[in-house]
C-alpha cells in the first residue's frame, strides 16, 4: 500500500515563501515519478510540477514555471516543492501524486490520470 503524506502549508503573504513536503516509503520514492498538483475551488486539479524516478529531470505548468522548484530529499525520503513569488491565485490544495510509470510519456504527461497515487493534500492560502 503506498501512502504519501504532504505537509508544509499554510498561510503566506503575496511575494513569500513556502515549502511543502511529500513523505513517502523508501521503495516508492526511489522507483515512482513523483508529481505535484493543485486544485483551487470550483477548477479542476491543474499540473504543477514533477521529478521523474531517476532524481535528475523536471518538469513544470506553466503558471508555476520560474517560481517553483521540486526536488528529493534522499536522506527523507521526501519530495518538496519550493514554493517562491506566491501570489493568490496560487491559493489551492496541493497534492502529492506518484506514478509507477517510467515512460517519458507519463513524465510529460500533465494528466492526473497518469498518476496511480495520491496523497489527502494540503492547504495552501495567498493573502493579498
Known amino acids: 500500500q503506498v501512502q504519501l503524506v504532504e505537509s508544509g502549508g499554510g498561510l503566506v503573504q503575496a511575494g513569500g515563501s513556502l515549502r511543502l513536503s511529500c513523505a513517502t516509503d523508501?521503495?516508492?520514492?526511489?522507483?515512482?515519478?513523483m508529481g505535484w498538483f493543485r486544485q483551487a475551488p470550483g477548477k479542476e486539479r491543474e499540473f504543477a510540477a514533477v521529478?521523474?524516478?531517476?532524481?535528475?529531470?523536471?518538469y513544470y505548468g506553466d503558471s508555476v514555471k520560474g517560481r517553483f522548484t521540486i526536488s528529493r530529499d534522499y536522506a527523507k525520503n521526501t519530495v518538496d516543492l519550493t514554493m517562491n513569488s506566491l501570489k493568490p491565485e496560487d491559493t489551492a490544495f496541493y497534492y502529492c501524486?506518484?506514478?509507477?510509470?517510467?515512460?517519458?510519456?507519463?513524465?510529460?504527461?500533465?494528466?492526473?490520470?497518469?498518476?496511480?497515487?495520491w496523497g489527502q493534500g494540503t492547504q495552501v492560502t495567498v493573502s493579498s
Open positions: 521529478i521523474r524516478w531517476s532524481g535528475g529531470d523536471t
Open positions: 501524486a506518484a506514478s509507477d510509470s517510467g515512460s517519458w510519456f507519463s513524465f510529460l504527461s500533465r494528466k492526473s490520470t497518469s498518476y496511480h497515487y
Open positions: 523508501e521503495r516508492t520514492f526511489s522507483s515512482h515519478n
